[in-house]
């Protein structure tokens, strides 16, 4: 099977999309949640014609990547003040805040009990976001090295982990072999977690969204799409 990267003009944008040349009868186009372009076409059919229906198809393309774009990771507003809703692996804590000589950030009983040399916001989103960096290091090291642990084939060597905030990934892995994750993976449930990292040592094999990639997932991961909805809808 022969994949080649192409490229077409619509409008005053540009549309990217991976051709596959296969031994099939029909032209077929898809545009996956990460929102890369597939166009799979019969290997008698010539780059002109099938760039001319990738054309064709250009508005339902964007209208597809569109949609997609709606479910990119974001942070949504917060005040931080008392009695605002928090999440952490997926569940929400509401913010006791305490005037104190002190700093210090709790999960006890349901809430984040926060006690603070001041409670300007500011300063309480300062707190919780120092508190979700540490707990982000333990924990999704932790699922890093068990999703390793399970998924290690042949002569691949571990990625080495990077944790940061990222506005619009949930993970990436580079060429040289380094797994960066969102550190706001930190709200989401496991399961979440566990398919962000999946998805990406799975690069380590299929460096591009191929079919082989996600035939891979689904052997890895049978369950994946579940996952992947759930985190979508997780920070809302």
């Given at each position: 099977?022969?994949?080649?990267?192409?490229?077409i003009?619509?409008?005053?944008?540009?549309?990217?999309?991976?051709?596959?040349?296969?031994?099939r009868?029909?032209?077929?186009?898809?545009?996956?949640?990460?929102?890369?372009?597939?166009?799979?076409?019969?290997?008698?059919?010539?780059?002109?014609?099938?760039?001319?229906?990738?054309?064709?198809?250009a508005?339902?393309?964007k209208?597809?990547?569109?949609?997609?774009?709606?479910f990119?990771?974001?942070?949504?507003?917060?005040?931080?003040?008392?009695?605002?809703?928090?999440?952490?692996?997926?569940?929400?804590?509401?913010?006791?805040?305490?005037?104190?000589d002190?700093?210090?950030?709790?999960?006890?009983?349901?809430?984040?009990?926060?006690?603070?040399i001041?409670?300007?916001?500011?300063?309480?989103?300062?707190?919780?976001?120092?508190?979700?960096?540490?707990?982000?290091?333990?924990?999704?090291?932790?699922?890093?090295?068990?999703?390793?642990?399970?998924?290690?084939?042949?002569?691949?060597?571990?990625?080495?982990?990077?944790?940061?905030?990222?506005?619009?990934?949930?993970?990436?892995?580079?060429?040289?072999?380094?797994?960066?994750?969102?550190?706001?993976?930190?709200?989401t449930?496991?399961?979440?977690?566990?398919?962000?990292?999946?998805?990406?040592?799975?690069?380590?094999?299929?460096h591009?969204?191929?079919?082989?990639?996600?035939?891979?997932?689904?052997?890895?991961?049978?369950?994946?799409?579940?996952?992947?909805?759930?985190?979508?809808?997780?920070?809302?």
């Amino acid at each position: 099977m022969k994949s080649i990267a192409c490229t077409i003009s619509y409008g005053k944008t540009e549309i990217d999309y991976e051709l596959l040349m296969m031994n099939r009868k029909l032209l077929e186009i898809a545009v996956h949640p990460d929102k890369s372009v597939v166009v799979k076409a019969p290997k008698t059919s010539s780059l002109e014609a099938i760039e001319d229906k990738v054309k064709k198809r250009a508005r339902w393309i964007k209208r597809q990547i569109s949609y997609f774009n709606q479910f990119d990771p974001r942070t949504p507003d917060r005040k931080y003040v008392g009695g605002e809703s928090h999440l952490y692996l997926g569940r929400k804590y509401r913010l006791k805040i305490e005037v104190s000589d002190k700093d210090k950030v709790l999960l006890k009983n349901g809430y984040f009990c926060i006690e603070a040399i001041s409670s300007k916001p500011e300063h309480i989103e300062k707190l919780m976001d120092s508190w979700y960096r540490r707990r982000a290091k333990m924990y999704l090291s932790k699922i890093f090295d068990d999703c390793w642990d399970s998924f290690k084939k042949g002569d691949l060597n571990k990625p080495n982990l990077k944790l940061q905030k990222m506005d619009k990934r949930w993970g990436s892995l580079s060429g040289k072999g380094q797994l960066t994750l969102n550190v706001n993976l930190i709200q989401t449930p496991k399961e979440c977690i566990e398919y962000v990292v999946i998805h990406e040592l799975c690069h380590l094999i299929h460096h591009n969204h191929s079919t082989e990639f996600y035939k891979l997932l689904d052997r890895t991961l049978p369950d994946w799409m579940k996952r992947k909805h759930k985190l979508e809808m997780a920070l809302i």
